[in-house]
DNA sequence: GTTGAGCGTT
């Protein structure tokens, strides 16, 4: 739930959103509210957080019922220092009224750009961000191929500086962790590992299967 | 525990 405290239910089809970069990591929603709250009733408070470590990554939502309130809060709090930061207001470009903010006043209402913070903030435009992005998951069929080759170039190049004084025992006793590069992917679906050994030898390790290329190759 | 361009959860 995103509710801080006593926010309504927020309706994401009429409610304006705001993006607030810049936070502090230490700035909760609870201090943006009386902050945002100020310019206009806030409808709720949003501060994503990392699913790793827990720690808020900079960044909050507002939410407005109405665009101009959200404006106000945007020429009032943007550039406005935040516990100790300061931080950035603006509109959010995924949201639902994403297009009205393009089309709507709220970029003729500002015609006068402060030039205060945006001088050294070169943020691409989101509409060319949004399509390669596409772009990049389609390529990933591709960037499969290309990992193969990497991770064979590696080989090839690990074998001629460190391989070589390193006996097989020893890389196959720290394989299990230095090994694999997949060792911090605890999911079996995501790591089908389409190689194993066939049979249960106990040895994890497939010299046989993958002849080293310095011995087998002069 | 850290960090500093960016886009979010029941």
């Known amino acids: ?15 304006f959103s705001l993006l607030v970069l810049n936070v502090s990591f230490r700035t909760t929603a609870d201090d943006l509210f009386p902050l945002f709250d100020r ?5 709720d408070i949003y501060v994503p957080r990392d699913h790793r470590t827990g720690n808020p990554r ?18 009032g709090l943007d550039g406005r220092k935040v516990d100790g930061r300061v931080i950035m207001v603006q509109f959010d470009k995924y949201g639902p009224n994403a297009e009205k903010i393009h089309r709507g ?9 402060r030039g205060r913070f945006r001088s050294h903030s070169p943020r691409r435009r989101y509409q060319d ?12 069929s591709r960037s499969r191929e290309r990992s193969e080759q ?13 391989t070589r004084s ?37 040895t994890p390790s497939r010299p046989r299967d993958r002849p080293s290329p310095c011995s087998g190759n002069p």
């Open 166 to 202: 390193i006996s097989p025992d020893y890389d196959r006793k720290h394989s299990r962790y230095s090994g694999p590069p997949a060792h911090r992917s605890p999911s079996h679906s995501r790591s089908p590992s389409p190689r194993r050994a066939p049979s249960g030898e106990g």
């Open 58 to 75: 900079g960044f909050a939502f507002v939410r407005y019922n109405y665009e101009d309130e959200a404006q106000d809060s945007v020429d």
């Open 129 to 140: 961000d949004y399509r390669d992005r596409d772009y990049r998951r389609r390529s990933w």
């Open 39 to 43: 310019y206009g009733e806030v409808i």
């Open 150 to 162: 990497d991770r064979n170039r590696d080989s090839d190049h690990r074998c001629h500086s460190k």
């Open 1 to 15: 739930m995103s509710r801080s405290g006593r926010f309504g239910q927020p309706d994401n089809r009429d409610t």
């Open 105 to 113: 006043r709220i970029k003729e209402e500002n015609p006068k750009p």
